[in-house]
Structure formats: C-alpha cells, structure tokens
C-alpha cells in the first residue's frame, strides 16, 4: 500500500510539473493579437510597402518582448476599433486610444502609455487669431470622427461647424485645399505633419488644456472586459520598460520631450 502511494504521489507530481512547464512554455509563445489604425503619424502609420511604423507599434513590440509573447498586428478602421475587439479580431487594441469613461463602459483599459494634448491648426494666412469658441465663431474645424478631439470640439466649440472625418488624410486634405478653415488633433500628430511638404500650408493656432472628462487620463491599451490577467501583464510591462530604459529609447527615436506626460 505503501509503495501504492508512493508510485500515486509520485505520477501526481509528475503530472503537476509537466503541467506547470506545458503551461510556462505555453506564455512564453502565446500570440497576442493587437489592433491598431496605420493611418495616424508618428504614432502609427502604413508605409507604401505596407509595412507598420511608429510609436506604438515600437511600445507594443517592446512590451511584448517584455511579456515574453509574440505580436500579431491587426489593421483595423478607427471606426470599428472597439467593436472589433470586442468580436474577438484581436486581444487588444495599441492605437493611441484615449482612455475616457464612455469607452470604459464597453471595454477595459491598462494604464496610460502616453499622454499629450490636443491642438488646433489654421492654414499659415488665416485671419483666426485665438482657439477659442469666439475665435473660431463660424468656422468649419475638421476633425477624425470618433476620437476625442472631435468630442472635445463639439463640446467646448458650439459656434464651429464641426466636419468629421473617417482619418486625419482627409482633414488634412481639406484644409490644404480650402474647404475646412481649421483641423483639431494631438499636437504631436499635427506638429510631425506640419513638418512635411503636404503640412507647409498651416501653422499650429495653439495647444489647448485637455478637459479631464473628454481626454481623460492619456492613451492606453484597450482590453475586452473580464481579462484581468491580460490587463495586468500590460501594466507590469508598461512600468518595466519605463524602468529598464527600452520606452526613453523609443520615445527619443521620435519626440524631443517625454510624451508619457504628468
């Protein structure tokens, strides 16, 4: 009986190691599938061969290097970001997506990444001389629908006609053709673009103060709900790449300052 036992207990702790290290290898070649847009510079973006770039697509390899899993990028419309995460296309969505309290009602988000306020941008010989409601009285001001900017446009702007957009391509073209007076975005994404050819018609009006409400607390990664674990491996890789210096090697590569924020 004793032997019995013995050879049982034995199997079981067997049985329980292999298990462990089924499980240990199994997180260590999990893929994770992350959405994200490719049309928004410098934070994401598609080139012409179709290869991903920018900011957070460097933060979401690093933080995959740090979870010890393997990326799998998913380009989605902004549109249908969230009802694509929830559909189960991918884990989780790395796209600049400001944490809001609206958004939190359908899904759940990590800690920020990231965060930098919004601006407004006027052709370079407009007569607009302040971002304000009365400032911008009877303008048309173009936006990316969906986002917060456009959010915080119809709500602090009343007296702007607001014209939204599916990306920020085509508020950019509108208002370098003429048809938009003005276009509300990140200043990092209107900044990086009024440094190239297609951005030489316009200038930066002014940052504006982010509504806590609207902007909330930053950009961060967007969950299904119910997946704490997966929220949480998010979190501790966030704080380690602060910690080890991989995100002040990504952010240099693209900002002058640290767009982690406050």
Request: proline share 5%; aromatic share 8%; with cysteine.
């Amino acid at each position: 009986m004793r032997i019995s036992k013995y050879l049982t207990l034995a199997a079981s702790a067997v049985a329980v190691a292999l298990t462990v290290g089924a499980a240990q290898a199994d997180s260590h070649t999990k893929t994770i599938k992350i959405g994200t847009e490719g049309a928004y510079p410098p934070f994401n973006n598609l080139t012409s061969d179709g290869k991903l770039e920018g900011f957070d697509i460097d933060i979401a390899n690093a933080l995959c290097e740090e979870m010890k899993v393997k990326c799998e990028f998913v380009v989605n419309d902004w549109d249908g970001m969230i009802p694509s995460l929830i559909a189960g296309k991918f884990d989780a969505v790395i796209a600049s997506m400001s944490i809001t309290e609206e958004r939190k009602e359908k899904v759940d988000f990590s800690d920020k990444y990231y965060n930098t306020p919004p601006a407004i941008a006027v052709p370079k010989d407009f007569d607009i001389s302040e971002a304000s409601d009365a400032g911008l009285d009877g303008r048309v001001l173009g936006a990316q629908s969906s986002t917060t900017h456009s959010n915080y446009a119809e709500e602090k702007l009343p007296s702007v006609d607001v014209r939204l957009y599916p990306t920020p391509d085509e508020y950019k073209l509108d208002i370098a053709s003429g048809r938009v007076d003005a276009v509300i975005d990140d200043v990092v994404v209107l900044s990086d673009w009024l440094k190239t050819d297609d951005g030489a018609c316009c200038k930066i009006l002014d940052t504006l103060t982010p509504d806590p409400v609207i902007n909330g607390p930053g950009a961060g990664i967007a969950i299904r709900k119910g997946e704490d674990d997966l929220r949480e491996m998010f979190n501790e890789a966030i704080i380690a790449i602060r910690d080890n210096g991989k995100y002040k090697e990504i952010n240099d590569k693209y900002f002058e300052f640290d767009v982690y924020g406050e």
